[in-house]
């Protein structure tokens, strides 16, 4: 085990900050980052991995991009947090405002979990109803009433729920399948005068990539207006990765809330939720839901994220992020193909993931073969020996980012299909 594995594993659960960084799922050992620029990171070794996680997302525009750096340097001469309203707060605010015009206003937090958290706290304190709907395999970070049935981490390590969530929390949490007008038709005419909210990422990307139908997703908006529930629509993911509106352009349609993450951070903690005036003036200081953060709009995060989405300005570079996605599809595809596996590759723009079973990618967790994480173990020792790095479990996404140029998506490609040619030989 490398020394510094082991320095981690005595002063850290499991070595690591985040579970799934402990790669428990895929098996071998996690490399300790010492530096990632563009579309690469280098371990302390000095090996170098092309990257397709992305730090888990935020990196659309690869890591350390020379705007983003020269922003927050400057922001931090400037002090590293006031516990007051800054200039480049409001900034951040109108450029995300921009991009989500039906919402009228937004609070910044400092990740995606608290986001959500407060998300749902506010769907609650508005319709003065305590249930929540989720769907089966999305996950929304790691709040009590959301851990449940809930995206990769948990799948993998195979935890339906957490140890520690209240089980009278819990049961207020009503987990439905993906894809299934029918089931949500039932569910709410057995309780929809009780249910606050219904949550859902538009697009589900972490118990694979679970596209939904438009159709389906309308059905959310009429069932939960009808109902008097919020629609929640946590696009941490999503959002500002697939359109500059996230799925909430795509799809136009217009949720009550919609929640971010990742990217509206350039990488630094920033989370965000938004919402019409209506429900945000439920929020204090001007309404009964509380929410605050110490460090929320801290300004070096704000500048982060205000450089980030300068550079996804302009629409064309989303334009670029599908094509760079479609490149890297074709050549991961043929590879699999040529070696005859059953696999389709999944892609959503710039978010690709492995589907290891035969037919087409799965739009529920139900369809979902896990028997193909057993393989993906044996393929991502053999990726990371190639020096790819994806993520260590068979059921989270691959990001590409506009740092990805033609020569790393010929090197991934390059890298799966060594990794591809090694774990079938190995059997
Ligand atoms: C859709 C979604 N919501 C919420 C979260 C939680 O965000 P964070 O990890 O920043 O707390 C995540 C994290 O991956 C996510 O994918």
Not at 42 to 65: A, C, E, Q
Not at 313 to 325: C, F, I, P, T, W
């Amino acid at each position: 085990m490398h020394p510094l594995l082991e320095r981690a594993k005595k002063v850290m659960p499991g070595g690591v900050s985040s579970p799934v960084r402990a790669f428990l799922a895929v098996g071998g050992e996690p490399p300790i980052v010492a530096k990632a620029r563009g579309a690469e990171v280098t371990d302390v070794d000095g090996k170098v991995y092309t990257d397709l996680v992305g730090s888990w997302g935020p990196m659309i525009l690869g890591h350390s991009h020379p705007a983003v750096v020269e922003a927050i340097t400057r922001a931090a001469q400037e002090g590293l947090s006031f516990g007051a309203t800054c200039e480049r707060e409001v900034m951040l605010a109108e450029a995300v405002l921009c991009r989500f015009p039906w919402a009228e206003k937004v609070r910044f937090v400092s990740t995606g979990t608290e986001a959500v958290m407060s998300a749902v706290r506010l769907a609650r304190g508005a319709t003065g109803r305590s249930r929540i709907v989720k769907f089966e395999a999305c996950y929304h970070g790691h709040a009590d009433s959301l851990l449940v049935k809930g995206g990769s981490g948990l799948a993998t390590l195979g935890i339906p729920s957490s140890a520690g969530v209240p089980p009278a929390l819990a049961e207020l949490t009503e987990v439905l399948p993906l894809d299934d007008e029918r089931a949500a038709d039932e569910l709410f005419a057995a309780k929809g005068k009780e249910i606050a909210c219904v949550i859902i990422e538009p697009l589900p990307a972490n118990s694979g990539l679970l596209v939904q139908r438009q159709e389906f997703l309308e059905h959310l908006r009429k069932l939960t207006r009808a109902h008097g529930a919020l629609l929640i629509f946590d696009e941490v993911i999503s959002g500002l990765r697939v359109a500059m509106g996230g799925m909430t352009e795509l799809t136009k349609i217009e949720p009550d809330i919609v929640t971010l993450g990742k990217i509206v951070g350039g990488g630094m903690p920033v989370g965000a939720y938004l919402a019409k005036d209506t429900l945000m003036t439920q929020v204090a200081p001007l309404g009964p839901v509380y929410q605050a953060g110490t460090l929320s709009g801290n300004p070096v995060a704000m500048a982060a994220g205000l450089a980030t989405l300068k550079l996804l300005e302009d629409r064309k570079v989303y334009a670029e992020l599908d094509q760079k996605g479609a490149t890297l599809q074709k050549g991961f595809q043929s590879a699999l193909d040529r070696h005859g596996l059953p696999a389709t590759v999944a892609r959503v723009g710039s978010i690709l993931w492995l589907s290891l079973q035969k037919g087409p990618a799965p739009r529920a967790w139900h369809q979902v073969e896990t028997a193909g994480a057993k393989l993906y173990g044996k393929l991502h020792r053999n990726l990371m020996r190639e020096g790819l790095w994806m993520a260590p479990s068979a059921f989270e996404v691959a990001f590409v980012s506009l740092a990805h140029a033609p020569e790393h998506l010929e090197r991934a490609t390059a890298a799966f299909e060594r990794a591809l040619a090694a774990t079938v030989k190995e059997g």
